[in-house]
């Protein structure tokens, strides 16, 4: 079984086998099972998604998907046209190249005593999170902006014991005037 190292990052990255990582955003009525055939239509043109983040739009009625993909370049065109016959998807666009702001937010919990918590809140700083929790050998940072400053930020506390990562998928939003 072949693997491969995925490395996230805001313009795409071109994997071992002639693959990369394309950002989506598909906009689609907010209704049970949209998900599980937006899914099934990646899957079964070898594409994973490797991440996924779903919210609901103004009114509530639709929603907004921004996935973020790995596989086949040239399969992507089919399936943002499969995508966009399903039956609830108002519209699937391909934002990789667009002109966009793409964000993620970490939380990292890790183990810091007081003679260290100078040093964590100064890496804290240097990366303008938010510290949403501290207790006598712990914190919580609250970090977001690029995957590139998301890893920097993890690495550089990994000198400290994390205990605790959770990271979002990217979100996507073209510049502008134009929706997304």
Do not use: W
Request: with cysteine; aromatic share 4%.
């Amino acid at each position: 079984m072949k693997t491969k190292k995925i490395i996230t990052t805001d313009t795409p990255v071109a994997l071992s086998d002639n693959s990369s990582i394309h950002t989506l955003s598909v906009y689609v009525a907010n209704k049970p099972g949209v998900l599980a055939r937006i899914a099934q239509v990646f899957a079964r043109r070898g594409f994973n998604i490797e991440s996924l983040v779903v919210s609901p739009a103004i009114d509530g009625r639709f929603s907004r998907m921004s996935i973020g993909a790995s596989g086949d370049p040239e399969m992507l065109d089919q399936i943002i046209k499969q995508v966009n016959k399903l039956i609830d998807v108002l519209h699937c666009s391909d934002h990789t190249f667009d002109n966009r702001v793409v964000k993620e937010l970490a939380l990292v919990k890790f183990k810091v005593g007081p003679k260290d918590r100078a040093e964590a809140l100064q890496i804290g700083e240097h990366f303008g999170v938010k510290t949403v929790d501290l207790t006598e050998g712990s914190m919580i940072f609250m970090g977001t902006g690029d995957s590139g400053k998301l890893d920097s930020m993890i690495q550089m506390l990994s000198k400290f014991e994390i205990v605790e990562l959770v990271r979002t998928g990217k979100v996507v939003m073209i510049r502008g005037e134009e929706p997304t």
